[in-house]
């Protein structure tokens, strides 16, 4: 059932539009958000799409078609989201240390706005008092998420309002009259371990009292998806019966009904994304068999910023014999995609796969060494789409002001 692209599938896209290119499965994204929707059908779920991990307008109007909400990390992205046909009601600000201009522009615009400091919330107060619902971001100091840079929760980090600031909040909530409807955290990305959200939930229930005009309780996202072969998701199933159960005994203990929301990036898109590069040179040294590709960090830069692991496969010579190589990238500057990787014998000019780069691949990418960036195709009911054309060589002198 579960919705993939074949080997033959890529080859050919790759054929038809060049590489290095991004595909984008779209039917895999609405089963991801079928799932997650399906797992939290005992509560009053809400979803917003977090979409700083993929933001062609495509893929914003194909979730906005689903029916979830987006949850916007700057102002650009609210005004692509509105772009796509979000309509405010359905969008969520979530900004750290930006400009009070920006979460002012978000406040004209009519999207809820997260804050998460203090000193904006005190400016927002003195300004609006409680004529503009808010919502507020809590850090409750929790560890969650894959490794530490991706972990947001811990007592180091810049996001968030951390909790036992309750009573500042409290102050100026109370001195400016505002009117606070939801609480949020967010502890990090590729959280395995579902005892981190239901932590979580319980410091927000814990200060929920605080504020008597609440509606939601926002748990961020941090779902993990499968990049190893032998790897595990979060068991979003599991969460929800145990969320199910938490809001059934907060709604009879306190006597009010909240709703829960969410805002998952990596699990509505990762898996629906492929990145299909092209090996240009097999090179053998006096320690390893390199295969470099025509791609490099410029163009997927998890490996390298966060060791993260993507499976590969080699899509033009899978029935080849296992052989052992590093694939690296074209770029000035050591981008290693992966060591020691064993695949179907690899050639010069055969494809690759890198598998689940749906989420922070295209998004992060960069013209650094005056590389050109890739294409992005969307395949729709079995029908390829360009939605991003190729960089052509005047992109690189965009905006560039030839003064000499
Ligand atoms: C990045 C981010 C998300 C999404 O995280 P994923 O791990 O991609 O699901 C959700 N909420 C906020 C506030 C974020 O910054």
């Not at 029916?67 to 979000?86: K, T």
């Not at 979530?94 to 979460?103: G, K, L, R, S």
């Not at 600031?165 to 009259?177: A, F, N, S």
């Not at 179907?344 to 060494?369: C, H, K, Q, T």
Request: charged share 20%; net charge negative; aromatic share 10%.
């Amino acid at each position: 059932m579960s919705q993939t692209l074949s080997r033959q599938q890529l080859v050919s896209l790759a054929e038809q539009f060049g590489t290095p290119l991004y595909v984008y499965h779209a039917e895999k994204i609405k089963e991801q958000y079928e799932t997650l929707s399906g797992a939290f059908s005992q509560v009053k779920a809400r979803f917003f799409y977090a979409c700083k991990a993929l933001t062609n307008i495509n893929i914003l109007k194909y979730i906005n078609r689903l029916g979830a909400g987006l949850d916007c990390v700057s102002i650009n992205e609210v005004q692509l989201g509105l772009r796509a046909g979000f309509t405010p009601d359905r969008i969520l600000f979530t900004p750290n240390c930006v400009d009070f201009d920006e979460i002012d522009a978000g406040r004209a615009l009519g999207v809820t706005l997260n804050i998460d400091n203090i000193s904006i919330l005190e400016q927002f107060g003195n300004r609006y008092g409680g004529s503009y619902p808010i919502c507020i971001r809590i850090n409750p100091h929790i560890m969650g998420g894959g490794n530490y840079k991706i972990s947001t929760g811990h007592i180091d980090s810049k996001f968030g309002i951390s909790v036992h600031q309750l009573r500042h909040i409290e102050r100026v909530v109370k001195t400016t009259g505002l009117h606070v409807k939801g609480l949020h955290m967010h502890t990090g990305s590729d959280i395995k371990d579902i005892n981190v959200f239901l932590a979580g939930l319980e410091v927000m229930f814990g200060i929920a009292e605080h504020f008597p005009a609440l509606d939601f309780i926002d748990l961020g996202s941090g779902f993990k998806v499968p990049y190893h072969e032998d790897d595990v998701r979060t068991d979003v199933a599991a969460l929800g019966e145990k969320v199910a159960e938490a809001f059934r005994q907060y709604e009879q203990e306190q006597g009010r009904s909240l709703e829960v929301w969410f805002e998952p990036g990596k699990f509505l898109v990762s898996e629906c994304g492929y990145f299909v590069v092209k090996c240009n040179v097999i090179k053998q040294t006096t320690a390893t068999v390199f295969a470099g590709v025509n791609s490099g960090f410029n163009h997927l830069i998890r490996p390298m910023m966060y060791e993260a692991y993507h499976r590969i496969g080699n899509l033009s010579n899978p029935d080849g014999a296992s052989r052992i190589y590093t694939v690296v990238g074209n770029i000035c500057e050591t981008d290693t995609f992966a060591w020691d990787r064993t695949l179907p014998e690899v050639r010069e000019g055969d494809y690759l796969v890198f598998y689940n780069a749906g989420a922070y691949g295209f998004e992060m990418s960069s013209n650094f060494n005056s590389r050109l960036k890739p294409a992005e195709v969307l395949v729709l009911d079995g029908e390829p789409h360009l939605i991003r054309k190729r960089d052509e060589f005047e992109d690189l002198l965009r905006n560039q002001l030839e003064v000499l």
